[in-house]
């Protein structure tokens, strides 16, 4: 009866433990950001407010292999113009792998306003 005991608090325990490291994967592993629209963050593409290219590339490249085990890791990234602060609006940016293989980062806005633009990458 002991035994059974022992059994269940060692699979219960597992399995909390299982479920927290999943939790805790998919909080930090995430790719979307917010970003604030303010005088050092802000440049005009195509007459469109626009979050500059260094702050999506320093953001991407930071958010882009935030555990050992998500996603490859990257360095170098650059985006070759600012971000528009429009719904749907995309860029491409670039960065190198650890082979010095270049990978292709798609990134979407996904809501704006006039303080700030939610946007993401896919990884």
């Known amino acids: ?10 699979v ?5 433990v299982v479920a927290l490291g999943g939790l805790g994967t998919y909080l930090l592993a995430g790719t ?8 050092h963050t ?5 007459g469109h ?17 935030p555990l050992p085990w998500v996603g490859a890791k990257v360095s170098d990234v650059t985006c070759p113009t600012g971000l528009k602060a429009v719904t749907g609006a995309t860029l491409t940016c670039t960065g190198k792998k650890n082979d010095g ?5 798609p990134v979407r806005v996904t809501r704006a306003d006039a303080t700030s633009v939610t946007w993401k990458f896919e990884r």
């Open 1 to 10: 009866m002991q035994r059974s005991k022992f059994l269940v608090g060692i």
């Open 12 to 16: 219960g325990g597992m399995s909390a």
């Open 32 to 39: 979307e950001s917010t970003t604030g629209l303010d005088d």
């Open 42 to 46: 802000t440049r005009s593409v195509d």
């Open 49 to 65: 407010r626009a979050l500059a290219a260094d702050i999506v590339a320093g953001r991407t490249e930071s958010k882009y292999h």
């Open 101 to 105: 293989a270049t990978v292709k980062i």
